[in-house]
């Protein structure tokens, strides 16, 4: 299975874009925002867990990160709130649950083999840093091997010039809404762009995002999709 797996192509999905779809597992459903492979896949998801429902015990092949949207996600390590920051790395395992229903941002199959730390940050309770930019905060989670994720805190009435990101960059919106010359984007859209050029974010209102960049390529997406179907198949056989 191919879904927006050409990582040299800007791609948007917007609240109400993509359909849920129902994974394997009872009351547990996604909406694919790409994907390359089956149901062990290098992918991008959202996943909503109903009230009560759970996930086998499992072993993550390829890592897995995870960011707490709503509700609140368990497993036998914790309890995580919406707000919450997760990486396991590769090989970890766990058998997520969760009494009370969550929706999650999720990315499997996307760690460097030498990035080993587990991570978790409660980010509603986290320090936010002011940026060389008034108005513009950020608060790191995470970073290895020049690849980053921060969240982004835009004040009203902010513009922001982005400079090129040569390894490319994800974002979704968490709350508020921003814009940019190819569109506006409200809480809730994801955005993948291969990078390699100069924009400029403007947010009326304010807004949050989550922003991952570094691990894409403008030129490779299909050396990526082989490098990750090898990878895959190995895992799988």
């Not at 960049?213 to 997406?221: D, I, M, R, Y």
């Amino acid at each position: 299975m191919k879904i927006r797996a050409d990582f040299s192509q800007r791609v948007v999905v917007r609240p109400g874009e993509a359909e849920w779809v129902a994974s394997p597992q009872l009351g547990v459903d996604r909406i694919m925002l790409d994907r390359i492979g089956a149901e062990i896949a290098r992918a991008t998801s959202l996943v909503r867990f109903a009230p009560g429902s759970f996930f086998p015990h499992h072993e993550h092949g390829g890592g897995e990160e995870v960011f707490v949207l709503e509700g609140v996600f368990e497993d036998e390590y914790g309890r995580y709130p919406a707000g919450a920051y997760l990486r396991d790395p590769i090989g970890s395992s766990h058998a997520p649950f969760t009494k009370e229903g969550c929706t999650l941002f999720v990315k499997l199959w996307q760690f460097a083999p030498d990035d080993k730390a587990r991570v978790v940050i409660e980010t509603l309770s986290g320090a936010w840093e002011q940026t060389a930019t008034a108005g513009l905060a950020i608060q790191p989670l995470h970073a290895f091997a020049g690849v980053s994720t921060i969240l982004a805190r835009m004040a009203p009435g902010l513009r922001v010039e982005r400079p090129p990101q040569q390894g490319g960059e994800e974002i979704l919106v968490l709350g508020g809404r921003f814009s940019d010359a190819e569109g506006a984007y409200p809480a809730g859209a994801w955005i993948r762009d291969p990078g390699g050029r100069a924009h400029e974010l403007f947010s009326e209102h304010g807004c949050v995002l989550l922003v991952k960049s570094g691990h894409l390529s403008q030129n490779a997406s299909e050396d990526l999709a082989k490098t990750f179907e090898r990878q895959i198949a190995k895992a799988s056989a």
